[in-house]
Each structure stands twice: as structure tokens, then as C-alpha cells.
């Protein structure tokens, strides 16, 4: 019997399907789920939590590139946000927030009711960097990208 806290093999994986589109990541077998619905973070969060997975996080340029090729001239939530400590951006799964791709200016929290939550801007999608991020109003509505393991 296999240890309790042995890797799941690749071919038991969820298959990669669902949303209005998708793209896996063939290094790690990440699924992310792009959804066209017009959704708050939290709701956007909950969706993809329902899915067995979270907002995308975007840890690396390679991933963010990634990402970026799934909804080009979209904004797009993903799993970051300052909610808890203002300025202090943090990633739905705990990871370390080290890989910034911020666009110029951002994170500013503007906004009357200040913006605390991460879009990726698809009309800001710079080759070799991929989408720009920008923080917006958590209760505004936008599309999401879901990750799956």
C-alpha cells in the first residue's frame, strides 16, 4: 500500500475540461478553467473551490505567460489579494508572493471603495511578460481563471 501522502500519478488526474476554455500546464499538469461569467472575486473563488481547485495564482512568469494565452483583451480575476493587510498581496493558497507582474502604477487601491483584489488585464498582455496585473474593486464583476492541481 502506497504511502497516504504519495503523489497522485499523472494518469489519475482530473482530465482537464469544463469552462469556456482551458489550458494545461504540461510541466506541472495544472488545469486552469477560464469562465466567462460575470462574477465577484468571492463568488469567482467559490466557483472554483467547487471545481476542487482555486483563482489561479501566478508564481512565476512562465505560469503567468501561461495563463495569459487563455483570454487574450479579457480581465480576468485571479487568486490574489490584500483584503486582510492593505498592500500586502497574498496568494489564495498560501504560496509566497515573490513573482510580481503589477502594471505600472499598480497595486494603488483607487476607487471609492478601494480595490483589493487581482485582475489579470488581457488588453495589457505584453509579449515575454504576459498579462499585466492590476488591483480592482473585489465586489466589481469579472471573468476568473480557475486552477486546478
Given amino acids: 500500500m502506497p504511502p497516504i501522502d504519495a503523489a497522485v500519478p499523472v494518469d489519475a488526474r482530473l482530465p482537464c475540461i469544463g469552462g469556456d476554455d482551458r489550458i494545461e500546464d504540461e510541466a506541472s499538469g495544472a488545469c486552469y478553467i477560464f469562465f466567462t461569467a460575470d462574477l465577484s472575486w468571492a463568488a469567482a473563488q467559490a466557483e472554483c473551490a467547487l471545481l476542487g481547485g482555486h483563482l489561479a495564482t501566478s508564481t512565476s512568469l512562465a505560469e503567468n505567460v501561461l495563463m495569459s494565452r487563455i483570454a487574450p483583451e479579457t480581465e480576468i480575476w485571479i487568486g490574489a489579494t490584500d483584503e486582510a493587510s492593505e498592500n500586502n498581496f497574498v496568494w489564495v493558497t498560501s504560496e509566497p508572493f515573490a513573482f510580481v507582474n ?48
Fill in 102 to 149: 503589477w502594471r505600472a502604477g499598480e497595486p494603488n487601491n483607487g476607487g471609492s471603495n478601494g480595490e483589493h483584489c487581482a485582475i489579470l488585464e488581457g488588453e495589457n498582455n505584453v509579449a515575454g511578460r504576459g498579462c499585466l496585473w492590476d488591483d480592482r474593486n473585489c465586489a466589481s464583476g469579472s471573468s476568473y481563471l480557475c486552477e486546478r492541481p
